[in-house]
Every structure is written in C-alpha cells, then in structure tokens.
C-alpha cells in the first residue's frame, strides 16, 4: 500500500507563510496524482490545489496567486507553498495521491493524516 505523511502545519499570522510538504512511500509503482484538500471547521472537505505527474497543475479560485503546488518525482513529495495567508485558510490539510502500489497493480486513492494550519488575524 501507499502511505502519506505531512509536515509543515502550524500557526501563522495573516499576511505570513507556510510550506506543506507530504512524502508518499511504501509500494508505489507510480503516482499519478497528487494533491492537497483542506477542511474548517463546520465545513465540507474542499480541493486546493493538484499536481498530475506530468505537472499539469490546479487551483481552487480562492488561493489562486497565493499557493503554490510543486512535485518532487525522485522524492516522492508534494509541497504547498502558501503566501499571503488569511484566517479564511485555517484549516486541516489533507493529502491526496491516486496511485499504483506494486501490491495490487491497480490504481487507488490514498490520504494522510492531515496537518493543521491556523492563521491568526
């Protein structure tokens, strides 16, 4: 199987910074896909922003020229760069990745745990 862990969440003040990253490992044939979801409090789990492996990339209007997505093919990371932050972007973020685990050599979707983030006005 395919295993997602992030780094990188924390508080920040608005108008500041934060990279998430997100390291993917175990049996992994390829990825596919990969990209990050976040969820407030009281509200649904919502994209913000995908990576495909060829770099085609993402965004959810509201972090449009404020995050950035990246992919590191030999690290198998995803990072999130996010500027300009506000408290509207506090939230749990969440990996995604579709990918092909050499266990089952069929396509599956995986998550992380999730990483805070928590922007003070």
């Known amino acids: 199987q395919v295993q997602l862990i992030e780094s990188g969440g924390g508080l920040v003040q608005a108008g500041g910074s934060l990279r998430l990253s997100c390291a993917a490992s175990?049996?992994?044939?390829?990825?596919?896909?990969m990209g990050w979801y976040r969820q407030a409090p009281g509200k649904q789990r919502e994209l913000v922003a995908t990576?495909?492996?060829?770099?085609?990339?993402n965004y959810a209007d509201s972090v449009k020229n404020r995050f950035t997505i990246s992919m590191d093919n030999a690290k198998n990371t995803v990072y999130l760069q996010m500027n300009s932050l506000t408290p509207e972007d506090t939230a749990v973020y969440y990996c995604?990745?579709?990918?092909?685990?050499?266990?089952?050599?069929?396509?599956?979707?995986?998550w992380g745990q999730g990483t805070r983030v928590t922007v003070s006005s």
């Open positions: 175990g049996s992994i044939a390829s990825l596919n896909y």
């Open positions: 990576i495909t492996s060829r770099r085609s990339t």
């Open positions: 995604n990745a579709v990918a092909m685990a050499t266990t089952n050599w069929r396509l599956g979707a995986y």
